[in-house]
């Protein structure tokens, strides 16, 4: 099957295209599963690369009617990609955002893309800019309490620590990649293989020329605990929706023997 539940639209002010295109798209390219999941904005915050909350109606609006439209040809999910972050989980009012958005505003599912944490100090931290590899292990440990909540079907390029240039494979990755390959397998959150982490190319790093992310040590890690992962898109155009990147990554997952999980709900 062709699915993809990692869907951008121009309403994150860093994609091109609206719920309507994508669909075109999707139908277009024998899509039979299309999961939407914008950068998920904040009530009391800006955080930055993600539509203003003013606008979080009016992007579910746009879902469910190409919902509406295209329900003959291609099966259309609402979601939002959002980082977890505790005071959102119960604020001083007992507010818990992520249930508001699975209940009250009606999200399909909830995909996990922690860009940003807060550590057990409270401080907070931005996954690719960290100042030493130690701290992918208090990532890893957000991470962790984050599946454990229930809230989220999919944790969008678990391997994205991996980015940051000054260091190469370590201890602290090879413990970070265990804590969160240990939450999916007991949660049942999907680890996702990102194919945009492919279409950015290769870098060179201190232990040689790779991608970003996907990396192969994190990924031969899932092959060996023997759980399924799924493939994201992570589109922020609609020519890249389906391309041959999302070709290459479910090629690669293959050539892994990880199986590739097609539908969530």
Known sequence: MKTNYHTHTEHCRHA????KDYALEAERAGLQIL?????APFEDTDYGYRMPFCELDKY???V?????????SLKILNSLE???LQKYNHDSHGKNYYEELLTRKKMDYLLLGEHFFCDRYGKMHNITAIETPEITLEYAAVCKEAMETGFFKIMAHPDLFCINEKWSWNDYYEKATDILIEASAK??????YNANGLRRGKKLYPDGERFQYPHNNFWKKVKSAGIPAIVGSDCHSIDALWDNTMETAIQNLESMNIKRMEEII
Do not use: C, R
């Open 60 to 62: 579910i609006e746009e």
């Open 187 to 192: 949660t049942g959150v999907l680890l996702e």
């Open 82 to 84: 959002i980082e977890y």
């Open 35 to 39: 999961g939407f999941s914008d950068h």
């Open 64 to 72: 469910e009617a190409a919902k509406d439209s295209f329900s003959s």
């Open 16 to 19: 091109q295209g609206l719920p």
